[in-house]
């Protein structure tokens, strides 16, 4: 089993943001994770594609794009052509996400689903086939530093069993409160890919911390 780290560029100093980008290239990290906000959907407003633009053009690996927007089938087409490998969207922002799921496919970018805490993973019974990615949100979106919901190790458990003999590829990705006290116990509920901000931005030595979360994937603790 393959296990992925995404730094979550949302954390980076923006006034540094090249030597960021250089440092997740140059780690052991595997995709960049990229937090798109509107203020609509959620209460915070972050960046577009000026800064998709830049991470794009300095970027060794995976662009993880996370739509946290309304109408979001507006913008896939542009997230695509600004470099996104993968397109999250929320289910609770989408009206026809069969529909949606297709778009993001038919830019040949492989499509994820995110779910907020109150979202049950059962929502996803009758598309599940169609997804790459599903991303568990373990903290209410649109800010970072929030304190994780212990409540996610059910739901990965929950989802584990849902794709079991029908999309066993799936990656399972788990977004909000994650580090290094609870990577290894999120390993064993069932995920294999790991989004964290602070948690590896405000480290002393952030090639280190990620370098120490890989090592941790390899661990197993009770859930």
């Known amino acids: ?13 923006f006034g540094n943001l090249q ?38 053009k300095h970027a060794t690996k995976l662009l993880d794009v996370h739509l946290m927007i309304v109408e979001p089938d507006k913008y896939i087409e542009d997230f695509a052509k600004a470099g996104a490998d993968r397109i999250t969207v929320h289910y609770e922002a989408c009206t026809h996400l069969h529909r949606t799921i297709q778009l993001i496919k038919s830019f040949g970018c492989k499509a994820g689903v995110a779910l907020n805490p109150h979202t049950p993973v059962t929502l996803l019974q009758d598309v599940i086939e169609d997804l790459d990615l599903v991303l568990i949100m373990s903290v209410n979106p649109g800010f970072g530093g929030q304190a994780f919901i212990h409540n996610t190790y059910k739901k990965i458990q929950d989802l584990k069993a849902l794709i ?31 989004v964290a901000g602070n948690a590896i931005f405000a480290t002393e030595s952030p090639t280190e911390t990620i370098a120490k979360m890989k090592q941790l994937t390899n661990k197993s603790v009770n859930v």
Do not use: C
């Open 1 to 13: 089993m393959k296990y992925i780290i995404a730094p979550s560029i949302l954390s980076a100093d």
């Open 19 to 56: 030597r960021d980008i250089e440092m997740i290239n140059q780690s052991e990290a595997d995709w960049f994770h990229v937090d798109v906000m509107d203020g609509v959907f959620v209460p915070n407003i972050s960046f577009g594609f000026p800064v998709m633009a830049v991470v794009k």
């Open 164 to 194: 079991k003999g029908i999309n066993d590829d799936l990656i399972i990705e788990v977004d909000g409160g994650v580090g290094l006290q609870n990577i290894a116990t999120l390993v064993s509920a069932g995920a294999n890919a790991f």
